[in-house]
């Protein structure tokens, strides 16, 4: 059983920087892509940024220059850095795991809370 901690996660004011981290449990982290998501209240869950076991990253528009992910695969983690927050950006964030190059995102974390304040 595979189990996705996420951690980073508060209260911010726009412009501010927040990194989130999301350490995963087993042995093959490295050969898996990672993914963020985020939910805002009343709204379907998204996706944010994913990276693969190759190191290559996707970002979706709206964070594109502003949020960075990166993983180290010897702590079997991965990372969201988040920079020049908006309120917009507030919502839970999750990280998921998936099969390379799979659409399907098998794992998921319990989430952890980001709030940009204005």
């Known amino acids: 059983q595979v189990q996705l901690v996420e951690s980073g996660g508060g209260l911010v004011q726009a412009g501010g920087s927040l990194r989130l981290s999301c350490a995963a449990s087993g042995r093959t982290f490295s050969s898996y892509t990672m993914g963020w998501f985020r939910q805002a209240p009343g709204k379907e869950r998204e996706f944010v940024a994913r990276i693969r076991s190759s190191g290559i990253t996707y970002y979706t528009d709206s964070v594109k220059g502003r949020f960075t992910i990166s993983r180290d695969n010897a702590k079997n983690t991965v990372y969201l850095q988040m920079n020049s927050l908006k309120p917009e950006d507030t919502a839970v964030y999750f990280c998921?795991?998936?099969?390379?190059?799979?659409?399907?995102?098998?794992?998921w974390g319990q989430g952890t809370q980001v709030t940009v304040s204005s």
């Open positions: 998921a795991r998936a099969v390379d190059y799979s659409a399907t995102y098998d794992y």
